[in-house]
Nanobody, 113 residues
Framework: QLQLVESGGGLVQPGGSLRLSCAAS????????MSWYRQAPGKERELVAR????????NYADSVKGRFTISRDNAKNTMYLQMNSLKPEDTAVYIC??????WGQGTQVTVSS
């Protein structure tokens, strides 16, 4: 049974950092492209970053370039999102996504002083 379980969210001050994790199980993690999405209250879900199965191809939303880093450890079946220089507008539920069509439950990130 496919599972995607996010962790690492929380409350952080502007300028702070968080590291999110997505633990995957029930499928061949190393064979799939993975992504992080986020959804803020009242807004549509948006792509934050995606990474190819090997990690060799990475793309970021313009709003997070230079601040966020996506990575994966195929030996641990885990994907990560290192978030630095966080801004209040980064506040959202961050959701792990396996292409095509499988979503995690999400983890809340709140950036506030």
């Amino acid at each position: 049974q496919l599972q995607l379980v996010e962790s690492g969210g929380g409350l952080v001050q502007p300028g702070g950092s968080l590291r999110l994790s997505c633990a995957a199980s029930g499928f061949a993690f190393s064979s799939y492209r993975m992504s992080w999405y986020r959804q803020a209250p009242g807004k549509e879900r948006e792509l934050v970053a995606r990474i190819s199965s090997t990690g060799g191809e990475i793309n970021y939303a313009d709003s997070v370039k230079g601040r966020f880093t996506i990575s994966r450890d195929n030996a641990k079946n885990t994907m990560y999102l290192q978030m630095n220089s966080l801004k209040p507008e980064d506040t959202a539920v961050y959701i792990c996504y396996r292409h095509p069509g499988s979503w995690g439950q999400g983890t809340q990130v709140t950036v506030s002083s």
